[in-house]
């Protein structure tokens, strides 16, 4: 069975169209679909029409688990899907417009060394309506400011669950669901070249943002796996052409490790790749994760690795990290699911 919210706003028609319904329903049922999270609710809307949707459709898309708040307001929400996966969401409130951090798959392929949510591989991709679930749950949930921000940084790499990341970004984006504007929209991505370079003509127009790390290929692979299969340099081209097809200054994403990525020689190196792109260097102080012993930096040295930056001529600032005491902050969300079952085996 689909999930409801799976639907888009063409394919919902067709579907109203083919139960010999008047058109009106389609926009109806989408303010239903932001609105509620369960069919009970729909009581304005004819009950042959929600048991034909309920006979083919699942309303609820993700039921809440757990939730932890962090000291700074940050909220980790745990969800379960319904086959039993379970999601990770971040809700960071913010003065000036609410952020919700998604994931787009259970677990993560990649393998990034200082990132939990690869530890255990890929499990699955999650569709376009779970994905737009873990906004529209979090947004109710925090009524009446709600969420003005979508941040795809959660578990899992958007640009390798491609199809549905972009259906989930004309879903959240259209006037009839949440319609949370283009520009407030982030993708961020490990680095898929063409998947990068094809984003704006199928339709994407927020902020990509590349987790780069480190400026040079022979180090960045002994950090990240992608970099085996793609350079910097083919990385940066990517940003290059994304940045002309939109007018929209990337951003460059760089984990701060202390004694790997932080001497004046990396500082050259970033301003070499990355000196005639218009982009800023968002330096983000390594979290601590159980599985990777890199070394997180001092806020002096930080700070003294943004100056030099800086000085260099780049566009740079050290990113403020939320929710790191619930383990909610960059890196720390993990395939809790793999977890679970790999203690029940050695229990
Ligand atoms: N899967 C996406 C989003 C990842 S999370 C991607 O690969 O880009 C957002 C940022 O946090 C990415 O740049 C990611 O590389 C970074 N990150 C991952 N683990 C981290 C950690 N332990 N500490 C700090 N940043 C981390």
Request: hydrophobic share 30%; net charge positive; aromatic share 4%.
């Given at each position: 069975m689909q999930l409801l919210c799976d639907l888009s706003e063409s394919e919902l028609a067709d579907v109203i169209s083919a139960l010999g319904e008047p058109k009106y329903r389609v926009k109806q049922i989408m303010r239903h679909i932001v609105a509620y999270d369960s069919f009970a609710e729909y009581t304005d809307i004819p009950k042959r029409i929600v048991a034909a949707l309920s006979e083919k459709y699942i309303d609820v898309a993700l039921k809440e688990k757990t939730r932890v708040t962090a000291s700074d307001g940050a909220i980790r929400y745990l969800f379960e899907t319904f086959d039993g996966d379970l999601v990770e969401s971040v809700f960071l409130p913010h003065d000036y417009g609410n952020s919700v951090c998604v994931s787009c798959q259970v677990g993560c392929a990649m393998g990034c060394v200082f990132c939990a949510s690869g530890h255990y591989g890929l499990k699955r991709n999650l569709s376009a309506g779970e994905i737009l679930s873990q906004v529209l749950f979090i947004a109710r949930d925090r009524k009446p400011d709600g969420v003005q921000k979508i941040v795809m940084m959660g578990?899992?790499?958007?640009?390798?669950?491609?199809?549905?990341?972009?259906?989930?970004?004309?879903?959240?984006?259209?006037?009839?669901?949440?319609?949370?504007?283009?520009?407030?929209?982030s993708v961020s991505t490990c680095g898929l070249p063409r998947r990068m370079e094809s984003l704006a003509a199928d339709g994407f127009s927020g902020t990509l943002s590349l987790s780069l790390h480190a400026a040079t290929d022979e180090k960045r692979k002994k950090i990240m796996r992608v970099a085996e299969n793609y350079t910097v340099k083919e990385c940066v081209a990517a940003l290059k052409k994304y940045f002309e097809a939109t007018g929209r200054r990337v951003i460059v994403e760089y984990i701060l490790i202390d004694g790997f990525n932080m001497s004046d020689e990396d500082a050259a190196?970033?301003?070499?790749?990355?000196?005639?792109?218009?982009?800023?260097?968002?330096?983000?102080?390594?979290?601590?994760?159980?599985?990777?012993?890199?070394?997180?930096?001092?806020?002096?040295?930080?700070?003294?690795?943004?100056?030099?930056?800086?000085?260099?001529?780049?566009?740079?600032?050290?990113?403020?990290?939320?929710?790191?005491?619930?383990?909610?902050?960059?890196?720390?969300?993990?395939?809790?699911?793999?977890?679970a079952e790999q203690k029940l085996r050695s229990d």
């Open positions: 578990s899992g790499s958007p640009l390798a669950n491609y199809e549905n990341t972009l259906k989930f970004i004309k879903s959240v984006n259209s006037p009839n669901g949440l319609n949370i504007g283009m520009r407030s929209i190196e970033l301003k070499k790749l990355l000196g005639g792109l218009c982009c800023h260097i968002n330096l983000i102080p390594l979290n601590p994760t159980d599985s990777c012993d890199l070394k997180p930096c001092s806020k002096k040295r930080a700070y003294e690795f943004e100056a030099r930056l800086k000085k260099l001529g780049l566009s740079a600032s050290v990113r403020r990290s939320m929710g790191s005491d619930v383990a909610g902050a960059c890196g720390q969300l993990k395939n809790r699911t793999a977890e």
